[in-house]
T-cell receptor
């Protein structure tokens, strides 16, 4: 089984700081990468998709992909207490034709 | 108002009973999925369907069954054969079941408790 690994956290950052969430994956053939945000007791919400090497920005969120290093990250600028949630990394495994999810990183933004 | 609905939000059952979880989408998506999430763990794929009248087992299909008679609907039955059914069940859909653009969108989930 191909794997997606994330640090479980909690990652604690002060309000206004940059939160950096990291994810590594094992399937070199993966082409599509996603970040989901999941508040406690709720379902995951898609916040970013990235398909090419480099950075992709959307508001306060930046996804970074490095296929050579099999590494994808999510940066959250100007972190707010409302960003406190678990962030799930998901990778599309071409060989298995399905999304494989990491266990998630819990982010806590404190005032 | 497009989206994915799951019902009920909370479900309680006695051990040994089968139970069916509903999932409906009006996004005109071809593919639908069922995941299970246990506390502190990632999502595990139970079943998925890329097209009407076709579905495939995921990683943890034992003790579960599905049907896909309509594009909009993908109900999941948790049978008495499932050893540890208490979990948070999530239904998702995507425009297509294959291809590079593989964004999946989730319903609100059903929290099943079996005692």
């Amino acid at each position: 089984q191909k794997e997606v690994e994330q640090n479980s956290g909690p990652l604690s950052v002060p309000e206004g700081a940059i939160a950096s969430l990291n994810c590594t994956y094992s399937d070199r053939g993966s082409q599509s990468f996603f970040w989901y945000r999941q508040y406690s007791g709720k379902s995951p919400e898609l916040i970013m998709s990235i398909y090419s090497n480099g950075d992709k920005e959307d508001g306060r969120f930046t996804a970074q992909l490095n296929k050579a290093s099999q590494y994808v990250s999510l940066l959250i600028r100007d972190s707010q207490p409302s960003d406190s949630a678990t962030y799930l990394c998901a990778v599309h495994s071409g060989g298995y034709n399905k999304l494989i999810f990491g266990a998630g990183t819990r982010l806590a933004v404190h005032p | 108002d497009g989206g994915i609905t799951q019902s009920p939000k909370y479900l309680f059952r006695k051990e040994g009973q089968n139970v069916t979880l509903s999932c409906e989408q009006n996004l005109n998506h071809d593919a639908m999925y069922w995941y299970r999430q246990d506390p502190g763990q990632g999502l595990r794929l139970i079943y998925y369907s890329q097209i009407v009248n076709d579905f495939q087992k995921g990683d943890i299909a034992e003790g579960y069954s599905v049907s896909r008679e309509k594009k909009e609907s993908f109900p999941l039955t948790v049978t008495s054969a499932q050893k540890n059914p208490t979990a948070f069940y999530l239904c998702a859909s995507s425009i297509r079941g294959q291809g590079a653009s593989y964004e999946q969108y989730f319903g609100p989930g059903t929290r099943l408790t079996v005692t």
